[in-house]
């Protein structure tokens, strides 16, 4: 039934495709298939099925998995002949299985391609300057007969085979050191994501996003450990203020906060909280204000435009006695000519403030009643008017006198 049984004894590499060719034949009934299985103890990995139907020789391959942590060992391979009557004839081989030697790897991102040299069994390394962070996945070559190219990637925080999404390696600084990998049991290094607020570690969020919960104090200095540009981020001037020497001091008042550091944009995002949730305005007045709408957006309303996409919502930062604050400049963080955004209780839709509820004295903005070009509530900026563009504005909004009394000031500095 089967060609050189011999080739099959003599082994195969895992992670390879190995071809096979088999006779089959049936005087009396017309075949049907000819499976070709393979088994790692009981367990069946892979399966090749050929349609036979006339007698005599095919050819083809059945793949050989690839698995972390699966030691060097005997495979059965099993070839199953099936007529239309579903009879069956089945023989079977022992097939040595090895873990391939690579000779070298090769770390690709999206610039360059880095050569990993063979260390020892199983591992390898590339060793140069690099960056801090270095995304890329790690490809293995096609060693052997049958040998295929086997990628290694990033999926649900582990490194898998058969994947080409980026590793996330980082290390705590930029400079000489190594990226190393096993092949045998998928271990990589360096993971050192050490971005800290306050030596709270920022969990990992995605590639570009990383948050901590915390409890800040107002005026307390806060540390961020592990953001090698840090003096090139843009730094929120409601909930920070940074001196001279980059020092960085906490504005709102104490509280729990949600600290995320964004890296596409490179700035913080500080949103309120209520004990592990985030903060809602509460009936007495406390809690949280939200900000969602068109013509504002951080760091740059070009660049980050909150719009009406909820999840992007802005938290004003609470300064106190019911008080809650957004600083803006024109022309990077608000539109200097337009601008249609208003405030929520709430990161999302629900409780929102209208103009029956919220009143001004300013000249700098109006609040839309639906009849003069803004729905009630969603704050305008006056015909004919814009804001100076380059210039700071302080929007407080104070409900000291309860959530239906609310007064919004409006301050150019």
Not at 124 to 137: H, I, L, M, S
Not at 190 to 199: R, S
């Amino acid at each position: 039934m089967v060609d050189s049984p011999t080739q099959y004894t003599q082994g195969a590499l895992f992670g390879d495709s190995l071809q096979f060719k088999v006779n089959v034949s049936d005087a009396d009934v017309p075949l049907s298939t000819v499976k070709v299985q393979l088994f790692y103890s009981d367990e069946m990995v892979s399966e090749t099925v050929i349609r036979t139907k006339t007698n005599g020789e095919y050819t083809s391959k059945i793949y050989i998995p690839y698995y972390a942590n699966v030691p060097n060992g005997t495979a059965t391979l099993k070839f199953v002949l099936q007529n239309i009557h579903l009879t069956i004839t089945e023989t079977s081989y022992d097939l040595p299985l090895t873990r391939p030697d690579y000779p070298y790897l090769t770390l690709v991102t999206e610039d360059h391609e880095y050569r990993m040299d063979r260390k020892s069994l199983y591992n390898y390394a590339a060793t140069q300057v690099f960056p801090f962070t270095v995304k890329g996945y790690i490809k293995a070559p096609a060693v052997g007969t049958y040998g295929n190219e086997i990628t290694f990637g990033w999926e649900d925080n582990a490194v898998i085979n058969g994947s080409m999404t980026n590793i996330p390696f980082s290390n705590s600084s930029s400079g000489t050191y190594s990226i190393v990998f096993n092949t045998f049991n998928y271990q990589a290094a360096p993971f050192i994501i050490a971005y800290a607020v306050n030596g709270n570690v920022l969990s990992r969020v995605d590639d570009n996003n990383f948050k901590a919960d915390l409890a800040l104090t107002k005026g307390q200095e806060v540390t961020i450990d592990g953001i090698e540009d840090l003096a090139n981020w843009w730094i929120d001037p409601d909930y920070f203020s940074k001196d001279a020497s980059g020092k960085l001091t906490f504005l709102p008042i104490t509280g729990n906060y949600r600290i995320t550091a964004n890296f596409t944009m490179k700035y913080f995002i500080v949103e309120a909280l209520n004990g592990t949730a985030l903060a809602t305005l509460q009936n007495d007045g406390t809690g949280a204000m939200w900000i969602i709408g068109e013509g504002i957006g951080k760091p740059s309303v070009a660049t980050n435009q909150v719009g009406w996409t909820t999840e992007k919502a802005l938290c004003m930062a609470p300064i106190g006695n019911k008080k809650y604050q957004m600083t803006v400049v024109a022309g990077t963080t608000v539109k200097a000519d337009v601008i249609n955004f208003k405030f929520f209780y709430q990161k999302g839709w629900g409780g929102e403030f209208k103009n029956t509820g919220l009143t001004t004295t300013s000249t700098l903005l109006f609040i839309g009643d639906g009849t003069n070009g803004r729905d009630s509530g969603n704050l305008g900026i006056p015909t004919g008017t814009t804001l100076e563009t380059g210039a700071t504005y302080v929007i407080t909004v104070d409900l000291s006198a309860g959530n239906d009394k609310a007064v919004m000031t409006v301050v150019k500095k």
